[in-house]
């Protein structure tokens, strides 16, 4: 009886030894995994600043009008209000609007579509009023 | 004794597990009583290491949320020279893909170092090249730069941030503390093998740097910039300024000064590149400082628009100086001596007011002192107190000589015309935030005084509507809108203090649209050659910044159909 009871408590000490090493080599395991995500998430977030630092240096106006429209040999012009017609964009409900358009003029989309209308549409640059 | 050994054989392998037993137990209870913390501390240093955590600094934006200067990651590549097996290759390889000096490779991997630089702040394409490369020996670091999407825009104002990511000039110097954030810490557990293990939590995180936001817009900026660079490169001038305010709160909407430099590369560029002429260079303003004698009649009424003048047909006498006009004049009305600009008829005028009153009114408007902008290195100009005024200078002061002012004081005195007299306080950081947007510190329009009266001021828009229109300035006319503003010229002093007559600084200070002021801009261009008339040379500048801003606006502030 003695010596079964002390068998099974050296089984049930055993049994809590492994699970506790068990369980340490899995967050040891776990550790090294989240490790490794964070430097690809780390390594993605810092592609996304160059890529959004690449963008940004496109968008530039200096940039625009350097590479699209002095090699055309156009001089950009800023259009007359009456000469404009804004029309509000579909939107999906819930859409988001993007930072700094939110009061519905965006200059850049603005100076890109000038940009491509001088290059690629110079006929089509106004439109004419219908008696 | 309970046991009874009888052979001497085990009796001597048990003392010995015995004595073992006991020194095991000795040394244990020493370890742990005695040497336990040295031990601790000693496991601690070779298990986990310290890592600052460096903190991201501030981005800067326009007024629009467009960044205007942001950290962007760059990869700076090292060498561990013993563990390189083929330096020659290395270096042939290297060089084929970065472009790097062979000899400058060979030179490195042959120092007896166990960590050589090799590139530093690489880019990402850079970066995945080499590292495709897959050379034994060759590592990367990551490092943070501070890069400036639009490249020599606004550089002055913005300045740049060195290696360490600190603000060496500009704003980036001004705001640091703000940007910079503060470092954390943290202790990474690290195997055998010497891998992090994220397991130690991290006890102190960085704090980000505050944002700017300033009220620069991206477009304003680039069209005063486009016509600035239009008239210095065809005047062949030494430098140009243009300041381009809201007259309503004092927002600097543009700040140009040119040379210009490239903020991504600054040690390319000569130091004088980098200064920040229009709050650091003061010069005699000229004509343009008639402004303030105009005002200053009309505001003490002394006279009107349409009392007469008599011009002394170009020449006139005060003390042992003779002034002169550029055409000679008889009378003028007092509406045409500002539009045509005579000197004789703006000093006659100096007089009949007294010194006190052309001193009064130019420090009203915040000429003498700085606009307390907020730009760095600004100054206040001089103006003498009438104390010390000589007898020349009643026909001085009142024609902008022997005073000097910067370009920011003139933009900020013609605007505070524009706007009903009241003088705002120019200024370009209207926010400082955090990384989610919370405003920390917000600056807003701040009325400094009233210069002159609303009536004054009212007046004054037209008489300057008609330098435009009849007068020194009529290049600045335009088929859209109605401008108003004053033509300056002037000499500058030699270094024998003799007025030179081949050096001017050229000029034109304004608002538009005249009847309705929403922008204040001042065209200042330095030695340019060979016309040198403010009317000619800076007029059509401010004719085209004018309009284009105008529009933009417009079409800003225009409804949806």
Redesign the interface.
Known sequence: MRTSRCILYTAVVTVLSLFYVFQQTEIVKLGYKITRAENVLESMRDRRTSLEFTLTSLESPLNLDKNLLMNTNNQYEMAQSFKLVKVTPPRAEGMRVAVGTKGGFAPLSFLRRLARQSIFAPSQAEAKTVK | MFLKIKSPRIALVFVIFLGLLVFFFIQLVSIHLFRSAFLLKLAAKQQTYYLELEPKRGDIFDR????MA????TFSLYGVPPQVKDKQRAARVLHETLGLDEGFVMERLNRPKQFVWIARKL??SDMEKVRALDIDGFHFI?ESKR?Y?????ASQVIGFAGLDNQGLDGLEMKFDSYLKGTPGWTFV?R?AHQ?????ADTLQPPVDGYSLVLTID??VQ??A??EVDKIFQKYRAKGAMVVVLDVKTGEILALVNRPAYDLNDPSSYPTEARRDRVVTDYFEPGSVFKIVTASAALDEGKFTEEDKIFCENGEYRVANHTLHDVHPYGSLTFREVISQSSNIGTTKIAQKIGPAAVYKYAKNFGFGTGTQSGLPGEVGGVLKPVSVWSKTSIGAVPIGQEVCVTALQLAAAVAAIANDGRYMKPYVVQAIVDKHGEIIKEYGPEEVRQAISPETSKRMRQILATVVETGTGKMAQSK?YRFAGKTGTAQKVEANGTYSHSKFVASFIGFAPADDPEIAIAVIVDEPRPYYYGGVVSAPAFKMIA??VL??R???G????
């Open positions: 629009n949320m467009r960044p942001v950290n962007v990651a880019g990402w990551k890069s999407p639009h490249a020599r825009m557990l195997d891998r992090d293990l994220t397991i991206e477009i680039y069209i910039e486009r859209l309009e284009d529009k933009y417009q079409m800003n225009a409804p949806v159909d």
